[in-house]
């Protein structure tokens, strides 16, 4: 009888462990400070969305909106797969889609799934339909007052199966044009931050590495598509030259159903002039 307490018990805190980490959405947050930032944006908060993947937090995402709006954003990017090619389910992300351009402009750019799924143009057009600014290998401007600074977005690789993923990241950045004004570029995926800091982008957000599904206290990510075993880039900000790169754990899963010691994250970035 006592076995089968304590195993019920071992159960039960297994479950709990699981859910949590796969429920309790947890906000990080990070101020990233530049001398080349325009002083009106001293303090603007973005908030980082990625990695959807059709999960719900609450109902009708309402768990997950609450953590949104408590950020207070001026801006929200919406850094790739929102939807999971393998279930897919638009009107379940748009719920809450239809949430976020409450709050403030929102900024998008497609991840795999969105390629993988074949449904780009439904996905992009409803998108527009609600004042989501799409970003498909172009730049626009965030102005305030009569300073202004560069949102660029690009397609992820998989958009072009017929070439490499390093050369079509270059021929995505090469059509977006960027200018020589401070810039941050929304790229799903992390792996190709090289290609990034040479094209000379300030600061990049990221997702797609799930933070490393399973995490191993105390050495970081098991896997991640693109990266493989061990992944060195999975969560947190990264460096190279003057580039800085913001990579989300995202908040949903894909082929691996569940994370483990990994809860799901909304990334708070706020802006510092230095």
Do not use: C
């Amino acid at each position: 009888m006592k076995k089968m307490i304590v195993l019920m018990l071992l159960v039960i805190l297994a479950w709990s462990g699981i859910w949590i980490s796969n429920k309790w959405v947890q906000t990080t947050e990070y101020t990233i400070a530049s001398e080349e930032l325009p002083a009106a944006f001293n303090g603007a908060t973005i908030v980082q969305v990625s990695d959807l993947h059709n999960a719900t937090f609450g109902k009708d995402q309402s768990s997950l909106i609450k953590k949104v709006a408590a950020a207070n954003p001026d801006v929200i990017f919406l850094t790739g797969d929102l939807i999971d090619s393998n279930r897919y389910d638009l009107e379940a992300s748009l719920v809450l889609v239809d949430a976020l351009v409450e709050m403030s402009k929102v900024y998008y750019v497609t991840g795999n799934h969105e390629v993988a799924s074949n449904n780009i143009e439904e996905i992009t057009a409803a998108l527009r339909k609600r004042d989501v600014v799409v970003l498909e290998d172009e730049q626009v401007e965030w102005e305030k007052g009569q300073s202004s600074i560069q949102l660029a977005g690009i397609n992820d690789p998989l958009t072009e199966p017929k070439i490499h993923g390093d050369e079509a990241t270059q021929e995505s950045l090469e059509h977006a044009q960027l200018t020589d004004n401070f810039t941050l570029l929304l790229a799903h995926r992390p792996e190709y931050f090289p290609i990034y800091a040479e094209a000379g982008v300030d600061v990049v957000f990221s997702g797609h590495a799930h933070g490393g599904q399973i995490r191993i206290p105390g050495l970081g990510g098991l896997v991640a598509p693109g990266q493989g075993w061990f992944p060195k880039v999975t969560e947190g900000i990264f460096e190279k030259d003057q580039s800085k790169m913001v990579v989300s754990r995202g908040l949903g899963n894909s082929t691996f159903p569940v994370r483990i010691f990994n809860l799901p994250e909304i990334v708070v970035v706020t802006l510092k002039k230095e």
